[in-house]
């Protein structure tokens, strides 16, 4: 019986994906039927073009820097990998999240740290660490603006960050480094980005301490692309002094949803319901509606720019061997 119960939540796994996301896409067309007289009323001038060309280089710095971070996760779990390395892989990678299942990026990242020798158990961890750590960073960046769930938002800040203390992830990382059926490749994986690095050794694997480094690292990175949603925003409109911190928190939520709620391919739809739900109050429908939309472009265009920056960054070190 438990066999068949378990069969039929793997079958109802897709669907629920495929509800969430045409859920969240279904209430973005319908606001987007309601206010489109006042969207295609927006103009944006010259100086809110500047605007987003800024937006696009600091989300750009933001992946980057997320990319440099992730080598502080992994240095927490005393494997020597360094960012320069890191930060690469991190962007090659970082566009697979757009594949159907959302998982491929982080499939790509583990198949990458084996190649260069780190054990299983710390390169599972080490990748399912990352988004933990921007987890927990965007709660606390969103506990900052009042919303009903803010005691759900409490409550999973605190979840999360006891989730990440030695205590508990320690016992986990020995579990699978021991793993011999883990270290398989998986076949339906997309191929790892090339590594110019030679095999690392394999220390000792597991915390020492609380990854307290990354933590801070990760609200660097938030609050990054949290300044680029801002900047987005006001090319669409004046955004006052006052609305920025609020606007960055509001953002974080959303981002967070984005993150967490599974079938939805980098976010894909439920960043846009969120914020839009969120900053309604705060601002118009259509301006909203706008400033997600073009975000998602200065997003996606900062990932692509990012992975091709990447691989001709290994192309060019290559050469030069």
Same mark, same amino acid.
């Given at each position: 019986? *438990?066999? !068949?119960?378990?069969?039929? $939540?793997?079958? #109802?796994?897709?669907? =629920?994906?495929?509800? &969430?996301? @045409?859920? %969240? /896409?279904?209430?973005?067309?319908?606001?987007?039927?309601?206010?489109?007289?006042?969207?295609?009323?927006?103009?944006?001038?010259?100086?809110?073009?500047?605007?987003?060309?800024?937006?696009?280089?600091?989300?750009?710095?933001?992946?980057?820097?997320?990319?440099?971070?992730?080598?502080?996760?992994?240095?927490?779990?005393?494997?020597?990998?360094?960012?320069?390395?890191?930060?690469?892989?991190?962007?090659?990678?970082?566009?697979?999240?757009?594949?159907?299942?959302?998982?491929?990026?982080?499939?790509?990242?583990?198949?990458?740290?084996?190649?260069?020798?780190?054990?299983?158990? *710390?390169? !599972?961890?080490?990748?399912? $660490?990352?988004? #933990?750590?921007?987890? =927990?960073?965007?709660? &606390?960046? @969103?506990? %900052? /603006?009042?919303?009903?769930?803010?005691?759900?938002?409490?409550?999973?800040?605190?979840?999360?960050?006891?989730?990440?203390?030695?205590?508990?992830?320690?016992?986990?990382?020995?579990?699978?480094?021991?793993?011999?059926?883990?270290?398989?490749?998986?076949?339906?994986?997309?191929?790892?980005?090339?590594?110019?690095?030679?095999?690392?050794?394999?220390?000792?694997?597991?915390?020492?301490?609380?990854?307290?480094?990354?933590?801070?690292?990760?609200?660097?990175?938030?609050?990054?692309?949290?300044?680029?949603?801002?900047?987005?925003?006001?090319?669409?409109?004046?955004?006052?002094?006052?609305?920025?911190?609020?606007?960055?928190?509001?953002?974080?939520?959303?981002?967070?949803?984005?993150? &967490?709620?599974?079938? %939805?391919?980098?976010?894909?739809?439920?960043?846009?319901?969120?914020?839009?739900?969120?900053?309604?109050?705060?601002?118009?429908?259509?301006?909203?509606?706008?400033?997600?939309?073009?975000?998602?472009?200065?997003?996606?265009?900062?990932?692509?720019?990012?992975?091709?920056?990447?691989?001709?960054?290994?192309?060019?070190?290559?050469?030069?061997?």
């Amino acid at each position: 019986m *438990s066999f !068949l119960n378990a069969a039929g $939540l793997t079958r #109802l796994k897709p669907l =629920a994906r495929w509800v &969430v996301l @045409g859920a %969240a /896409i279904a209430f973005l067309l319908r606001t987007l039927v309601r206010h489109w007289a006042d969207i295609s009323a927006l103009r944006i001038g010259a100086q809110g073009w500047s605007l987003l060309l800024v937006a696009l280089g600091i989300t750009l710095l933001a992946h980057i820097w997320a990319g440099w971070v992730w080598s502080w996760a992994l240095q927490a779990l005393q494997q020597p990998v360094v960012g320069s390395w890191s930060a690469p892989v991190y962007l090659q990678t970082n566009l697979l999240k757009y594949l159907p299942g959302n998982v491929w990026h982080f499939f790509g990242r583990v198949r990458a740290l084996r190649n260069i020798g780190i054990d299983n158990g *710390s390169a !599972l961890v080490g990748v399912a $660490l990352e988004p #933990l750590l921007m987890a =927990a960073a965007a709660l &606390v960046v @969103g506990i %900052a /603006i009042p919303t009903p769930y803010w005691p759900f938002q409490l409550l999973g800040l605190v979840v999360v960050l006891a989730a990440m203390a030695p205590r508990w992830l320690n016992p986990l990382v020995d579990r699978l480094s021991r793993s011999k059926t883990a270290n398989q490749p998986t076949e339906d994986s997309p191929p790892s980005p090339p590594s110019s690095s030679p095999p690392l050794p394999s220390p000792a694997p597991g915390l020492r301490h609380y990854p307290l480094k990354p933590l801070l690292g990760q609200l660097g990175y938030i609050g990054l692309r949290g300044l680029g949603f801002c900047l987005v925003l006001s090319a669409v409109t004046p955004l006052a002094t006052g609305d920025w911190s609020s606007t960055i928190s509001a953002f974080s939520l959303a981002w967070l949803g984005g993150l &967490v709620v599974p079938g %939805a391919p980098g976010g894909l739809g439920v960043f846009e319901a969120i914020a839009l739900s969120l900053l309604q109050g705060q601002f118009s429908a259509a301006v909203v509606l706008s400033a997600v939309v073009l975000y998602r472009v200065v997003s996606t265009l900062a990932e692509a720019l990012g992975a091709a920056l990447a691989t001709f960054d290994r192309g060019l070190s290559s050469t030069l061997k």
